[in-house]
């Protein structure tokens, strides 16, 4: 491990505040160290308080908040000395313990600081940095643990035996602390390492100094690798068996609560996988409570072959998914002391030998620290068992970190789920006019969104305006050209691969030529036939692959065009393929209405604004057609309608969201005119 610590970078930072800040970024910035929202860092400061008096101030982490992006105003500064009052209490219920945190802030509007605060406050000593490294663990989680900290620690550490987080734990680490004055740290078995000095960089440089150490402990000692893959032929990926199990796998792990899955096949969890001891020790549980959070304590583990018929994959599937969320209920039942409801019974990690492993979250986002963490969870795995034999917390402990209320009261600070939240949507003809504003609204809703085109900058913009205002991962960018059957089937690929499934299909790509019937060329006429017609059907098809085995229903909205209905003329060739593309929309309603599949078609009509289709010929053309001066024709579009409207491209996305959502759940095979009205 390296240590980031450039001295010339904190040269001009005078603050200690600002200096922590730096160093908890370089904590947060090394996944060995802790993931996502792990791990905690303070200081012990004098400030002065609202009464203009000198206080000693400890400022620690705020729940909730990532070491990695962590900012000044994530550290609640709380007064020191009413903190360090109740080391001599013996005993400290949860809920006495948060209102004295609250009670103790200096700013009347921080958030709440760290679960482990009284940790940071009992020691004594100005830095303090709490990390979950993975070496650190792999010593830890561990039946050689005592003999090995010794012989890797020396008397530089002081040991702490398992116990939740909370204020006995931190009573334990502040009397190591006072006890010894030369340790320059503690482990805490099963939980991770504890450093402090007398300033941010001396805290920093001991944790990675110890973390390395620990690291090359492991390196000289390994006695064996446990990655002996049984089947080497197995490290070759089937490409479309992932593409047959995951919406199988989403729609059984999403009967309670959609999930977002994210995979992954890496070379290192393919040995996991694929390795004569895997399935024995991915079921030893997790090696941190702050892991397990994430990941549950085991993964689901499912044992399928290539060979196996869609039936048959989908029975083990089943049978994988209903087993766990037994175990997990009756385990739950058994120990839930704290009389809390129970949470979503569905694993978080699955691992396929053959295959690799899919984790799963509200958002995709969650879904990838999930990942993060089970890599982690493998090699801590791995290291523990090439130097003994790895061990767990037990499933009461397990229990206790999983409801412990503290980290209930955490997900309440996660935002509310939005109309779309958990869906997932792709977007055809999306770079630009109706499908780019089909793609922002869907996305303002909540979908994770794939914008796609044939235009794949174009698309990569709209994917990126969603992910800088939704959120990392929340949207992304796929050429397709909608008339090429290839294309469309890697498309679809590219989505299971990046979200697992699909809810929403928005089929909106299309193409404008004109000319009348005796005119038009044979070209003109098969491009608006294969983009009009086929395309619409292409890609429909493909989302029904991943619609219906998925099992959770989903909505397919076709923009077809009011010329549907009432066609123009010299604009035959669109007229009539786009119509083609009515029909087809209600013959796919008829066939699917037994999948819960909703099939409905949006006509909009005169959508000018950023319309790729409406270019500078067709405002002539149809001009033409209607006998009226090119700069008059938007106004003539308006004229013609009932309500004397324009049309936007922002209306008929408000009409696909509804058709998109639950609120139109009882609507099927229909067509909602977005046109101002037309006689
Ligand atoms: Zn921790």
Known sequence: MINKWIQQDVIAIDDPVDLLVYQTRLVGSDDSLVIGGGGNTSLKTKEIDWRGDEIEVLRVKGTGANLINITRNQFPGLRLQDLKNLFDKSIMTDEEM??????????????????????????????????????ILSLTNNNQSRVNLKKVFG?????????????????????????????????LINHGLVTWGDTPKESYDSHI????????????????????????????????????????????????????LNFDNNDDILKFV????????????????????????????????????????????????NAFTRNYSNWFHRYNHYNVSMKTKEPRVVLIPGVGMWTLGKDAITASTVNKIYNHTISIINNAESIGSYKSLKPKDVY?????????????????????????????????????????????????????????????????????????????????????????????????????????????????????????????????????????????KEALKIMQPQGLGGSIVIIGTKNITSPGKEFGAYSVSKAAAGQLARVLALENGKYKIRVNTVNPDAVFKDSQLWSSEIREQRAEAHGIPVDEIEEFYVQRNLLKVNVSAEDVAETVLFLASDRSSRTTGAVIPVDGGLQ
């Open 98 to 135: 948060v209102e004295y945190l609250d009670r103790s802030l200096i700013e009347l509007d921080s958030g709440r600081p760290s679960i482990e605060t009284l940790l940071h406050a009992f020691v004594p000593r100005i830095s303090i940095l709490h990390s979950h490294a993975d070496a």
């Open 400 to 540: 206790d970190a999983e409801y412990w209320p503290l980290e209930m009261y955490k997900l309440t600070l996660a935002p509310p789920e939005m109309e779309l939240s958990r869906r997932i949507a792709l977007v055809t003809g999306g770079a630009s006019g109706i499908g780019r504003a089909i793609a922002r609204r869907l996305a303002a809703a909540g979908a994770h969104v794939v914008v796609s085109d044939m235009d794949l900058s174009g698309a990569q913009l709209v994917a990126n305006e969603i992910v800088s205002k939704h959120g990392s991962m929340k949207a992304i960018a796929i050429e397709m050209d909608v008339s090429k059957p290839i294309q469309v089937e890697k498309a679809f690929e590219q989505l299971i691969y990046a979200y697992g499934g699909l809810d929403i299909l928005v089929s909106n790509a299309g193409i404008a030529r004109w000319g009348s019937m005796t005119d038009i060329t044979q070209q003109d006429w098969n491009d608006s036939i294969s983009i009009n017609t086929t395309g619409h059907w292409l890609v429909a």
């Open 274 to 321: 694929n390795g004569d001891k895997g399935k024995l020790l991915s079921r030893l549980g997790a090696a941190t409570p702050d892991h397990l959070l994430v990941t549950k304590r085991n993964p689901l583990w499912i044992d399928i072959l290539e060979k196996h018929s869609p039936r048959e994959i989908y029975n083990s599937i089943n049978t994988s998914i």
């Open 209 to 260: 100094e110890l973390v390395n150490r620990a690291e090359k402990f492991i390196e000289d000692n390994k006695s064996f690798s446990i990655t002996n893959p049984h089947n080497s032929k197995n490290n070759k990926l089937n490409r479309n068996f992932v593409k047959i199990i995951a919406p199988v796998l989403r729609g059984l792990v999403s009967r309670e609560e959609r999930f977002i």
């Open 155 to 187: 008397n530089d550490l002081g040991v702490v035996a398992y116990k939740r987080p909370g204020f006995l734990l931190s009573k334990e680490v502040g009397k190591a602390a006072l006890k010894n004055d030369n340790l320059r740290g503690v482990v």
